[in-house]
């Protein structure tokens, strides 16, 4: 275990028409392992349209709080999200924070914060009815044990033709 915190590497340009589902948090989390496996259940479903970015730090991820206040690579999510959406996540301290970023015509990053696992799984529930993978991960709890997922951990993208179902939770 490596106690220094890790710097996520930038997150490239989002190609046009591609969504990119991210999820950045605590490296042995059940909730976060939980996001990784849905997110790249919706990119192995529908590998045209989305991809999957995913950061994982028992340290980087949130730094060190100060008086309530967090530090890490969740404040600077927090900077790079639209004004409304800094105001409704204000509070968010805990493990994952999931958002979706996507580029468009003007190469500018857009970016939409979904909240923690439970939000992406509304999400991901509301936008994929017919999909039973996608529908069990989204409508079930995560047990304990998928935070030793072996799927779970830092990507500096998981391409859309590389996803694979072989460690995410069945």
């Known amino acids: 275990q490596n106690w220094?915190?890790?710097?996520?590497?930038?997150?490239?340009?989002?190609?046009?028409?591609t969504t990119r589902i991210?999820?950045?948090?605590?490296?042995?989390?059940?909730?976060?392992?939980?996001a990784a496996a849905l997110a790249k259940?919706?990119?192995?479903?529908s590998p045209d349209i989305y991809e999957v970015w995913i950061y994982a730090d028992?340290?980087?991820?949130?730094?060190?709080?100060?008086?309530?206040?967090?530090?890490?690579?969740?404040?600077?999510?927090?900077e790079e999200l639209q004004p409304e959406d800094r105001t409704k996540f204000a509070q968010h301290k805990t493990a994952p924070f999931c958002w979706l970023e996507t580029g468009g015509d003007n190469k500018q990053l857009m970016l939409q914060g979904v909240g923690g696992r439970d939000r992406l799984c509304e999400w991901a529930a509301a936008k994929f009815p017919d999909d039973p993978r996608v529908q069990r991960l989204a409508t079930t709890m995560p047990p304990i044990r998928e935070a030793f997922c072996p799927g779970y951990k830092s990507a500096h993208i998981v391409k859309k033709a590389s996803v694979s179902n072989n460690a995410v939770p069945q």
């Open 58 to 78: 028992n340290f980087g991820f949130r730094g060190t709080m100060k008086d309530g206040v967090v530090g890490g690579f969740l404040a600077d999510i927090m």
């Open 41 to 45: 259940a919706i990119a192995a479903a």
């Open 4 to 17: 220094m915190p890790s710097t996520p590497r930038p997150r490239p340009a989002v190609p046009e028409g």
């Open 22 to 34: 991210c999820i950045a948090g605590f490296k042995l989390t059940h909730n976060g392992a939980r």
